[in-house]
């Protein structure tokens, strides 16, 4: 049985920092590129970040680039999202996906993720 659990969200001031982190088991860990995607209220949810199954390619929306960065450890199973200089719009529950890393052009869209975690929520006070 294939488990995402997420962990270190919670609420900070803006221009504070977090760092969540996503464990994964029952799944060959190397074998799926990950991802971060966030859901905000009334929003659809919204790709944040990618990273290839090698962990040597990296892509991020927008609106994040240089505030936020990806990362795994293959051997411990696990892929963190550091976030810098938080706005009051990071509001979001954030997720973390697994996706086959075969699937290189459509790593936005969230059908092509085969495991989901539960969320964590992420608030930002202005």
């Known amino acids: 049985q294939v488990q995402l659990v997420e962990s270190g969200g919670g609420l900070v001031q803006a221009g504070g920092s977090l760092g969540l982190s996503c464990a994964g088991s029952?799944?060959?860990?190397?074998?799926?590129?990950m991802a971060w995607f966030r859901q905000a209220p009334g929003k659809e949810r919204e790709f944040v970040a990618t990273?290839?199954?090698?962990?040597?390619?990296?892509i991020y929306v927008d609106s994040v680039k240089g505030r936020f960065t990806i990362s795994r450890d293959n051997a411990k199973n696990t892929v963190n999202l550091q976030m810098n200089n938080l706005k009051p719009e990071d509001t979001a529950v954030y997720y973390c996906?697994?996706?086959?890393?075969?699937?290189?052009?459509?790593?936005?869209?969230?059908?092509?993720?085969?495991?989901w975690g539960q969320g964590t929520q992420v608030t930002v006070s202005s």
């Open positions: 990273i290839m199954g090698s962990g040597g390619s990296t």
């Open positions: 996906a697994a996706r086959p890393r075969w699937i290189v052009v459509r790593y936005g869209t969230p059908s092509e993720y085969s495991y």
């Open positions: 029952g799944l060959t860990f190397s074998n799926y590129a």
